[in-house]
């Protein structure tokens, strides 16, 4: 009787959620990202963003307790 045993190993990677959407945030354009921006400020209460007439624009996000806010000139 012939008795053999075979070990593999086997690695797999795998997105979260979070990883793809910020995949698919940083393959956008800057137009669709302008959108994007637009479109959730409208839809968050907490996201104020104000594209500004230059290149770039503002984007704000509010709580009770703080207030942040980033400026990007390069989009």
């Not at 008795?3 to 979260?16: C, D, G, P, Y």
């Not at 393959?27 to 302008?34: A, H, P």
């Not at 994007?36 to 503002?58: M, V």
Request: glycine share 2%.
């Amino acid at each position: 009787m012939d008795a053999r045993m075979t070990l593999t190993q086997e690695q797999i990677q795998k997105l979260s959620a979070m990883q793809i959407q910020s995949l698919q945030i940083l393959s956008m354009s800057s137009e669709d990202l302008r959108s994007l921006l637009q479109k959730e400020s409208e839809e968050n209460p907490f996201l104020d963003y104000h594209p500004s007439a230059s290149r770039g624009g503002a984007v704000s996000i509010s709580s009770s307790r703080r207030k942040q806010t980033w400026c990007k000139n390069s989009l």
